[in-house]
């Protein structure tokens, strides 16, 4: 580890310390006394504050920091940020309302001409390919701002008008969801957020915690799917799970044989045969017997098209 990322890994082990004594850097980082004292002199150059308590038993009292300490990053880390940025920028819709064009020329603006040489390189050479909201999501922001502070809303969707406590929000192939708890009907729920007609704050105090809500969703998954099935894959199946896969199914590998198991609901019968269509030939049902009839039968409906 070089002397520049070592300084960027001492703010992170400090951020989350009120103080520190030259030993605790010496262990952590396995370096000496003189090179500690160096260390700490350029962490308070780099804007760490911090005032020396006297004594035996004294130490670096840690104030309060009501900005952000700037973190050094190495041109493997610079890149990886920007190829991110450059993959969020693709979506037509996001939770958050600043403009990625705003950042990147915000961050660009910070490294040397060199620096940016090679993330102008990296931006023609590396490409992300992502399919484009088909939806139109509303209220994605206020969303999300629910969700961290915890608060009930009111909603209106094209299937129910009630009251919630939203959990996450979930992006998959092009359509922007969100999970929560109804609690007028005391359900939890996965809802398109491009369904949503209204979006009302509500005094109502929140009946859950975000960790309450996250055990809801666990048992929701595990009660809710509760169907098992099991298929056999072929190497070119499995791949083609890996690619596109749903919380409710998972790739088991046994004596050489992949195998895709899981559970679903009743309602969900006619999504689980049309998923299993998608994977052609590279894919057998051994149970339950529902399933493998409901796939025959949508075979012989679509050869009837011929």
């Known amino acids: 580890m070089n002397r520049s990322e070592r300084l960027n890994q001492e703010l992170i082990f400090l951020s989350y310390r009120q103080t520190f004594h030259v030993k605790e ?13 160096r260390d700490i002199s350029s ?6 504050s911090f005032y020396v308590e006297p004594g035996r038993y004294g130490g670096y009292q840690l104030m309060q920091q009501q ?3 700037p973190i050094l990053l190495n041109s493997q880390e610079i890149n990886a940020l920007f190829f991110a940025l450059k993959a969020l920028s693709l979506l037509s819709a996001t939770p958050f309302e600043k403009s990625y064009q705003t950042i990147y020329k915000k961050l660009m603006a910070t490294l040397s001409l060199s620096n940016q040489r090679q993330v102008a390189k ?3 050479v590396v ?10 999501p509303t209220h994605l922001s206020d969303l999300l701002t629910a969700i961290l502070d915890e608060t009930v809303v009111q909603l209106t969707t094209s299937l129910v008008t009630a009251k919630f406590q939203i959990f996450d929000l979930l992006y998959r192939h092009g359509i922007w969801f969100f999970s929560g708890y109804d609690l007028d009907s005391n359900v939890w729920g996965i809802y398109r957020c491009d369904t949503i007609k209204s979006f009302q704050v509500s005094e109502q105090p929140a009946q859950y915690t975000w960790e309450q809500l996250a055990e809801r969703q666990h048992a929701y998954d595990r009660d809710h799917h509760n169907i098992r099935y099991k298929c056999v894959l072929t190497p070119l199946g499995r ?10 199914m998972r790739l088991e590998h046994q004596d050489g044989q992949d195998y895709l198991v899981g559970g679903y609901n009743q309602d969900e019968l006619a999504y689980m045969i049309d998923y299993l269509l998608g ?3 590279n894919v057998k049902i051994i149970y339950p017997e529902a399933l493998k009839t409901g796939y025959l039968k ?7 098209f011929y």
Not at 43 to 48: K, P, T, V
Not at 127 to 136: G, K, T
């Open 25 to 37: 850097l010496m262990q952590e980082f396995n370096i000496s006394k003189r090179t500690a004292l």
């Open 43 to 48: 962490l308070e150059q780099l804007g760490l």
């Open 67 to 69: 900005l952000w300490v």
């Open 122 to 124: 990296l931006q023609r």
């Open 127 to 136: 490409n992300y390919y992502s399919i484009p909201n088909l939806d139109a």
């Open 239 to 248: 791949e083609h799970v890996q690619k596109n896969n749903y919380p409710n």
């Open 279 to 281: 994977l052609g030939r």
């Open 298 to 304: 949508e075979l012989q409906q679509i050869q009837a």
